[in-house]
């Protein structure tokens, strides 16, 4: 008699053991945590957006019903290099800088980078970034003869931090500096 109380006990302990283990292994999968540069996206939910976002703690995702993506939100470095781009009065000058950007981790600019980044490569935000900063940087150089270019390169990224940050904000990044390195021709001038 007390073998079979044992056994009962042993499988009792067994069975809620199992269970344990189960539920821990159940929470693992539903149970997400963001880290402080990132943002966490539920979507397939119902609602206005269809989604839902976390920056910085955790959530619980519904099962079945949502997906989890990460949006990645530390900088990004983007080297620029313009040839040959037009100034005022028809001078092609080279144009060379750096920008540092990142994915806005804040609303409503982290709206427009859920639906136009997510699930996107880095390589692949960066070279979006890249393409839409070397095409601002042409437009500004169109307005300004090569001596204000070349006198001011301070005014010359300012002005070109107004022209981008509008850009770069539809595509939900955001512009935390920009430095222009070199400014040339190729004619002497």
Request: proline share 3%; with cysteine.
């Amino acid at each position: 008699m007390s073998g079979i109380v044992i056994g009962i006990i042993v499988a009792l302990v067994v069975v809620g053991f199992t269970t344990v283990l189960a539920g821990m292994s159940l929470a693992g999968n539903l149970l997400y945590i963001c880290e402080p540069n990132e943002v966490l996206i539920f979507s397939g939910r119902a609602g206005e957006k269809g989604y839902r976002y976390v920056r910085g703690g955790r959530a619980w995702r519904t099962p079945l019903l949502e997906r989890v993506d990460r949006l990645d939100l530390t900088n990004m470095i983007i080297d620029l290099q313009v040839n040959g781009a037009y100034s005022y009065g028809g001078i092609p000058l080279n144009v060379q800088g750096v920008a540092n950007i990142k994915i806005a981790g804040h609303e409503p600019i982290l709206d427009n980078a859920v639906e136009r980044l997510m699930g996107k490569q880095r390589d692949e935000v960066m070279r979006i970034a890249k393409d839409v900063l070397e095409g601002n940087l042409r437009g500004v150089l169109a307005k300004l003869t090569p001596e204000e270019v070349n006198d001011d390169k301070l005014a010359f990224a300012e002005n070109l931090r107004d022209e981008a940050e509008e850009d770069l904000a539809a595509l939900g990044l955001i512009l935390d500096n920009m430095k222009i390195q070199n400014v040339s021709d190729d004619r002497g001038y």
